[in-house]
């Protein structure tokens, strides 16, 4: 599988951006897909993650109630809706498929795959 994250941009704080991640080969329905980002001189941390039939959504605290996650499978693409974005989440976006469900969406060791990344910048 090869994933291609795309939609990143500048906007103002408050402003929205949508994230996609696009992916190739036919069994990416099957794979639970996370989102990541890293923001300068830090840690990769989790963003939100989605199963692969979409029923099961899960975010970070620090996103919830502001980011939703989705995906079309039909499509192989996930998607990232990003609303009342704030500076502090300004970071490079990565997306990353897992091809077997270790019960841990949230390290991105259990994740097989990753895209390049997107920017994701936010001003004050």
């Known amino acids: 599988v090869q994933l291609q994250a795309s939609g990143g941009g500048l906007v103002q704080a408050g402003g929205s951006l949508r994230l996609f ?3 190739s080969g036919r069994t990416f329905s099957s794979y639970t897909v996370g989102w990541f980002r890293q923001a300068p001189g830090k840690e990769r941390e989790f963003v939100s993650a989605i199963s692969w039939s979409g029923s ?3 975010y970070a605290d620090s996103v919830k109630g502001r980011f939703t996650i989705s995906r079309d499978n039909a499509k192989s693409t996930v998607y990232l809706q990003m609303n009342s ?4 989440d300004t970071a490079v976006y990565y997306c990353a498929a ?4 270790t019960g841990n969406y949230v390290d991105e060791s259990s994740y097989n795959f990753w895209g390049q990344g997107t920017q994701v ?3 004050s």
Request: proline content about 12%.
């Open 21 to 23: 991640c696009a992916a």
């Open 56 to 58: 099961r959504p899960y």
């Open 85 to 88: 974005l704030i500076p502090e």
């Open 98 to 101: 897992m091809k077997y469900y």
């Open 121 to 123: 910048t936010v001003s």
